[in-house]
RNA sequence: UGGGGUGUCGCCAAGCGGCAAGGCACCAGGUUUUGAUCCUGGCAUUCGGAGGUUCGAAUCCUCCCACCCCAGCCA
């Protein structure tokens, strides 16, 4: 509709089926599990849904697929939603849940009981996994097979009512227990939990599996395309064989797309949730988190997730995208929208020795190098000052392009300044430097003639604020932390958070709102933490440094 | 070894019989009061391999190879 051309397979599927009139307006959704966060691939799932019903004018359904009582939560429930509408996307409306449909799926397992189609199965777990054969050799029908419709009714009956433990009887569907495809030997369609469901309580004692449901729950909503991932692609015959036992009208059709993985990243939920609560990190939402409530909290904008996962596309191919693509949308997204700030991380003082004692020199500079729309914040100028440690030598080799012993360096929006003497400890250590300002050097170079060889950030030592930065890195230190059978904790970044107490900011920072991002220049970008921040005491989480390029060269000259 | 998939530059990805898009990364220059940004240029005679069909193949056919998924009463 909107589009002309289709930007990868599933739009290519969406636009024929319209054009044919197979569909009348696209339908897909967005089928979560409350059972963990949602993570980066989650993301590309919800792009993808979403993008889909965006762009042909049709809906996203978001559903909570929880057919298994025992793993889910609330907490889950509401963090998904948050996270979804954070991302930026607005579902079809009310959230659905999967169970919600519970009787309708238990009258249709009825329905195929009375057909002969499905009959309930006295083989426990061990027995059961016995007779489904294997990858090569056929399966064993089960001995229960052949009981009666009206057996196997007041059976199913029994079972909802509660009469048989756990793991004593399932529910299965009579298919074909020589299949090739595993999951057409006759699948189980309901098991006994008798644990109390955070939305149904104590309803029910029999919950349906993912296959019986997931494609019912997209038939009763209307779904007309179900994407999904590729694991799933064995499933289909099965979906589809629901869809046609079963006295459904609506067709939905599922299709499959590969699922995401970055590099030097895990994303199972049980590997994140192994991670949460062996305290690796500080919760779901830790900022080294591949969780979209992490990658929130470090600073990631929803606009650079969205690009992200534009860039990578939406194929059926499976392999690893480098992470380097995320952080080069964030950079990207962050270069263009964050207003510039100066923080200094590793403090030396600067004593401007021909600069008044009292003097206070209130300079006005743009938030940003080309978005004169951002407007201007005030940097007070006073004697005494702060620099990074790093940005001084005592001497340096030409490519240095900092403050060295006797030379010249622009302190950036302010003067150039030139060095005299470096102060130490007694062991020996430079704890202060000495310098001058060049006389009328804002805006303007050096009158006779010698420029600086660069330029540096600084802070007012009496004007700055002090503040807490967290300075993350990868969370992993190896490119596929849990390829294999590698034990993804042995390598887990030991450097992934560096915390500096006493870092110096400009005092136009204190005003900074949580969660907004700024790019302190020189250093990297970074966000104002969304629970710790405040006025009082400041605390900015880097979410991605600038490229360096002279850092990737080995800092040649240091 | 059964079934289902996938193989195009280091990574992602267009291409659908007419003679290899683009992005990331990387390299080399230029601009620059951020060693950032920005700009310019470079980066697959070759499409997993081998045959075949064709005037012509990454695109069609055959065989082979590699990798991923499936034996939860998880999703």
């Known amino acids: 509709m909107e589009k002309t051309s289709a930007s990868n397979f599933l739009e290519t599927i969406v636009a024929d089926d319209l054009a044919a009139g197979r569909v009348e307006t696209v339908v897909t959704r967005f089928p979560p599990e409350p059972n963990g966060y949602l993570h980066i691939g989650h993301a590309k799932s919800i792009c993808v849904n979403f993008g889909l019903a965006e762009t042909f004018g049709g809906r996203c359904n978001l559903r909570f697929d929880d057919t298994n009582p025992e793993k889910e939560s609330q907490e ?32 249709w397992a009825v329905y195929l009981v009375e057909q002969g189609h499905a009959y309930v199965c006295d083989l426990n777990a061990q027995q059961a996994r016995e007779y489904r054969g294997t990858l090569t050799e056929a399966g064993k029908n089960s001995p229960y097979r052949d009981r009666s419709v009206a057996e196997n009714l007041d059976l199913l009956a029994r079972m909802k009512a509660g009469e048989f433990a756990e793991g004593e009887k399932v529910l299965r569907a009579r298919i074909d227990m020589a299949s090739p495809n595993m999951n057409m030997r006759d699948p189980i369609l309901y098991r006994i939990r008798k644990v109390a469901h955070h939305q149904t309580g104590t309803d029910w004692v029999i919950y349906p599996t993912y296959d019986f449901a997931h494609g019912q729950e997209d038939a009763i909503e209307g779904v007309t395309h179900s994407v999904c991932t590729l694991e799933f692609e064995d499933h289909r015959p099965l979906y589809d064989w629901f869809i046609e036992h079963l006295p459904i009208a609506a067709r939905p059709r599922q299709y499959e797309f590969g699922r995401l993985n970055p590099s030097y990243t895990v994303t199972s939920k049980r590997k994140l949730k192994q991670l949460v609560d062996d305290a690796v990190v500080s919760g779901w939402d830790d900022p080294r988190m591949p969780t979209v409530a992490g990658m929130r909290r470090r600073g990631y904008t929803p606009a650079a997730i969205r690009k992200f996962c534009q860039m990578i596309g939406t194929t ?63 940097l007070p100028f006073t004697r005494e000052l702060y620099i990074d440690a790093d940005d001084f030598r005592e001497e340096a080799n030409k490519k240095y392009k900092r403050l060295v012993l006797g030379k010249r360096v622009r302190l950036r929006n302010a003067y150039v300044i030139e060095a005299h003497e470096a102060v130490k400890d007694s062991a020996g250590k430079v704890v202060e430097v000495h310098a001058s300002i060049i006389p009328d050097t804002i805006g303007n170079d050096p009158a006779d003639g010698v420029k600086p060889k660069g ?33 993804f904790l042995q390598h887990v970044n030991p450097d992934s958070l560096r915390v500096v107490e006493r870092a110096w900011i400009e005092p136009s920072l204190v005003q900074a709102l949580p969660e907004q991002g700024f790019q302190f220049e020189r250093e990297g970008y970074f966000v104002a933490d969304r629970y710790d921040h405040s006025e009082e005491s400041p605390v900015f989480n880097r979410t991605i440094g600038l490229r360096d390029s002279w850092a990737e060269q080995g800092g040649e000259g240091q």
């Open 316 to 378: 059926r191919s499976d392999g690893v995208v480098d992470v380097a693509m995320l952080e080069f949308a964030i950079r990207e997204d962050l270069n263009e929208n964050a207003p510039r700030a100066m923080c200094v991380l590793n403090p030396l003082k600067v004593v401007l020795t021909n600069y008044p004692d009292s003097q206070v020199e209130d300079l006005v500079a743009a938030r940003h190098p080309s978005r004169p729309d951002l407007g201007e914040r005030v």
């Open 76 to 107: 889950y429930i509401d963090s998904i939603q948050a996270d979804v509408r954070w991302l930026g996307f607005r579902w079809d409306g009310e959230v659905r849940f999967a169970s919600a449909y519970f009787q309708q799926l238990y009258d």
């Open 455 to 487: 330029v540096i950030q600084w802070v007012s030592a009496s004007r700055g604020r002090q503040a807490t930065v967290r300075l993350y890195d990868r969370l992993f230190d190896h490119e596929a932390p849990d390829k294999g059978d590698r034990d």
